[in-house]
């Protein structure tokens, strides 16, 4: 019973929410180019649901494409600095300037050289959620119980038995939150880099959406992209936060 | 089996864990390493594993040689399991790692299991076992490669005085079936007593040897309460008090 209220409880919510904003709208006489109700928001996400479906493909493209990269970096990151002190010691200062650098900043740059848009984007969005996979994954295979090491060496086993039959294993649950961390730092980068791109003239992406939107002051329009926005970031968390869940408890399991 | 012949040991930070130690293992004896938290222990049995080296002293291995690969048997304090593998699987793993395949590797794994008394819970996860069970797992992980050289750190001390009690039977059992050599630390006089026929007694650290007991306590179900056993646990308790700074 409460559980099922529990679950039931932020629709709810939102629903209540939904009604109050219209009826506010309503009252207030306030024009839909300054706030728009959600009855006009749902007009307009009917109306241009071509393009903005389009878009969101477009930026979720760049989002799936960053997080694989992502993955395959991070991943070769921390098993690299795990397995060579001195490899850790070059690169993890530079790692850590690649992440603290405001995408923003650089995205022009990396547009600019890299020269082919998708691509560029795809760059940009893993600039900015790379370091929360191998941060997280550079943890879990240092927290390797060393005594499992030393079980390792004294049967003789090889560096490449301790990385793919203990070490990586140990990282996995390590793995999976930064993986979770990083889908949505994707879509944020994914979605800075198209706004980037777009005031030079690309258009691409559920950012270009707004852009476009806002320049003809089509502000329910603008809403209907802002929202179809917050729907994939909250639907790329849910996602992998049950990969996380499903992979565990079939890895643990009893 | 092996002798010990004036082995010190310095870590790097500058911390002296042992000095001096000299001592003679003969092969099929339960020798118990018995001393105070930080005396060098662990330390000595790494050194036995080869997992680390001394920093003075060596240890000759008789014509025998060096055991190889997976010829010692090694008990942690903890189990020290992997937690996505089930029973058999981790006993299984020395196996593995050697590439003993699955078809002779697993009817050694249930013949260990079944040794430490776990038949039919060859695939339980470690999370749905007992710390005992698991001890036990972790003891079948030791044995399934059949090493004439056991070493144990402390495998028994996180466990329930009941548990504690049956696993050491079940120990002394074995090293009476098997002849292997044990070694075995621990920190607790009255298993020290119990278990072993050769007790090695340090000092605080730096760990050296302060005195080797042989006793010969009687077999079987009246060995907790023999006297003998009473009078070798005042003996040790004396020597302590000897030996640990007021
Ligand atoms: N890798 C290491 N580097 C530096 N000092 C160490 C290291 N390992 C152990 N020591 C030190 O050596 C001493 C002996 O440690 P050891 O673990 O062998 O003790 P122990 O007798 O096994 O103690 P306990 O009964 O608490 O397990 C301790 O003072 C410890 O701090
Ligand atoms: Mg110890």
Redesign the interface.
Known sequence: MSRNVERVAPFAFGLIALVLWQGAVWVTHTPSYVVPGPVDIARAFWEAQGALGAGLLSTLAVTGAALLSSTVLGVFLAVAMAASPLFRSAVQPWAVVVQVTPVVAIAPLIIIWVGQPFLALVVCAVVVSFFAILSNTAAGLAAT?P??M????????TRW?VLF??SL?YALPYFLTGLRLAGTLALVGAVVAEFVAGSGGFASGLAWEIIEASYRLQIPRMFAALLLLGAAGVGIYALLGTLERVVLAW???? | MFTLSGIGKQFGNGTKALEGINAEIAPGSFVALLGPSGCGKSTLL?LL???DTPSRGEISWGHAGRP???E?G?V?Q?P?L???ADAAENVY??L???GVSRAEGMPRVMAALAQVGLDGFEH??P??LSGGMRMRVSIA?ALV?EPALLLMDEPFGALDEFTRHKLQDDLLGLWRRTGKTVVFVTHSIYEAAYLANRIMIMTPRPGRIATILTPELPEGAGRRNSAAYHRLVAEITGDFQRIMPA
């Open positions: 119980p005594e499992l030393d079980l390792f060496r004294l049967n003789g086993a038995q039959q203990l294993p890895r643990n399991g009893a | 790494r594993a080869g997992l190889a690969a997976g010692i090694y942690f903890d020290t992997l937690p996505w793993l020395p593995r790692l050697r339980a996860k999370k749905a992980r490669s």
